[in-house]
């Protein structure tokens, strides 16, 4: 029961991870990495250079995976590696598969939450620059985002941006 609870608590930790990394790496250090994921799709082939970030996060998993299955009284690291896993296969279903609908698999997905998460994603896409963007997080919403939205310029950007996001790749 303990491994099981260390690899969700870790599965909530990554959110919080992914965050400061977007927010301080993304919009940093790796910019180049991260701006295409700011702009519309344009470059032939599926992917973008963006997704080098699924390695970055894929390689501690896997680290945790190996010494964890291989070294005698570190299990407990491999359920950090199981709980990184975890919060991976939410982001990519949630931010690749939903939002971006790199893959056609659940469109219709309709609640508060879910709006928000939209909306939220794409207040932060509004911006093409690594300057001044707002919600780095993905399950983590501000409760600004389940409001319904006043009619003003500035939310016609976002409903256009949330059209490009829908309509990207």
């Known amino acids: 029961m303990i491994y099981v609870l260390i690899a969700l608590g870790t599965a909530i930790t990554m959110e919080f991870v992914a965050w400061f990394t977007h927010k301080f790496v993304m919009h940093g250090l790796l910019w180049s990495w991260h701006e295409d994921h700011h702009k519309p799709h ?8 963006n997704d080098l970030f699924f390695l970055v996060f894929a390689v501690p998993s896997f680290l945790c995976y ?12 491999l359920a950090i590696g199981v709980g990184i896993s975890i919060y991976g296969l939410i982001y990519f279903l949630i931010h690749d598969v939903y939002i971006h609908q790199r ?18 994603h794409g207040s932060h896409h509004a911006k093409q620059t690594k ?9 983590v919403v501000n409760p600004k985002y389940f409001r319904k939205r006043k009619r003003t310029a500035a939310s016609e950007d976002l409903k256009n941006n949330e059209i490009y996001i829908s309509k990207e790749i």
Not at 66 to 77: A, Q, S, T
């Open 42 to 49: 344009t470059v032939e082939g599926f992917f973008e250079k």
């Open 131 to 139: 300057e001044d963007c707002e919600s780095f997080g993905l399950l």
């Open 66 to 77: 190996l010494i964890g299955g291989l070294v005698p009284g570190y299990l407990w690291l």
């Open 103 to 120: 893959f056609k698999w659940f469109r219709q997905l309709d609640s508060k939450y879910s709006r928000a998460i939209l909306r939220a």
